[in-house]
T-cell receptor
Framework: NAGVMQNPRHLVRRRGQEARLRCSPM?????VYWYRQLPEEGLKFMVY????????ESGMPKERFSAEFPKEGPSILRIQQVVRGDSAAYFC???????????FGAGTRLSVL | AQSVSQHNHHVILSEAASLELGCNYS??????LFWYVQYPGQHLQLLLK??????LVKGIKGFEAEFIKSKFSFNLRKPSVQWSDTAEYFC??????????FGAGTRLFVKA
């Protein structure tokens, strides 16, 4: 049973470009969470999704950031017009329905030049 | 507002020393508590969890944590650390199965 898969592991973008981060949850998991980890800081919640629904996006910046979890395919975190401050590690986690334990992917390290 | 506070950002120990990492939380309702570990270059792994019952919980690799409700604490302990325990440790709390709040993390370095 494969774990939570994130790709790419490393992503380099220039300012103003778009970044797309993908997350495939564990098999059987229908809940996906995105977190951002800035240097020397802990994980900050961004968004919680179930299939085709955003449940809680209270941690997501209002502009340039969006997330989706379509019926088919991985969850996508999209950052438009990236800025240097977006450089961070972005972690995805998944959980089975109504469970409290989240299983994490290896993360995507975004570097904005 | 919900928050998790980890007292030490960096801890350096020699092998065989005892470890205790502090974690305090503020949350208005029933809590679930977690410790995650992140080894260098790897993703977060669950070390142990508390949902209910015995407040002293055992985790993997000889770790344990004690939930003290009156102190809003969930400290992580290990009697004798090893070099391979070098990692970053995160305390986390949630209330209803989502929106887990993480502490800032404690970086542990164990000298061989």
């Amino acid at each position: 049973n494969a774990g939570v898969m994130q790709n790419p592991r490393h992503l380099v973008r220039r300012r103003g470009q778009e970044a797309r981060l993908r997350c495939s949850p564990m098999k059987g998991h229908s809940h996906v969470y995105w977190y951002r980890q800035l240097p020397e800081e802990g994980l900050k919640f961004m968004v919680y999704l179930q299939k085709e629904n955003i449940i809680d996006e209270s941690g997501m910046p209002k502009e340039r950031f969006s997330a989706e979890f379509p019926k088919e395919g991985p969850s996508i975190l999209r950052i438009q017009q990236v800025v240097r401050g977006d450089s961070a590690a972005y972690f995805c986690a998944s959980s089975p329905e109504d469970a409290n334990i989240q299983y994490f992917g290896a993360g995507t390290r975004l570097s904005v030049l | 507002a919900q928050s998790v506070s980890q007292h030490n950002h960096h801890v350096i120990l020699s092998e065989a020393a005892s470890l205790e990492l502090g974690c305090n939380y503020s949350y208005g309702g029933t809590v679930n508590l977690f410790w995650y570990v992140q080894y260098p270059g790897q993703h977060l792994q669950l070390l142990l969890k508390y949902f209910s019952g015995d407040p002293l919980v055992k985790g993997i690799k000889g770790f344990e944590a004690e939930f003290i409700k009156s102190k809003f604490s969930f400290n992580l302990r290990k009697p004798s650390v090893q070099w391979s325990d070098t990692a970053e440790y995160f305390c986390a709390v949630n209330g209803k199965g989502f929106k887990t709040i993480f502490g800032a993390g404690t970086r542990l370095f164990v000298k061989a």
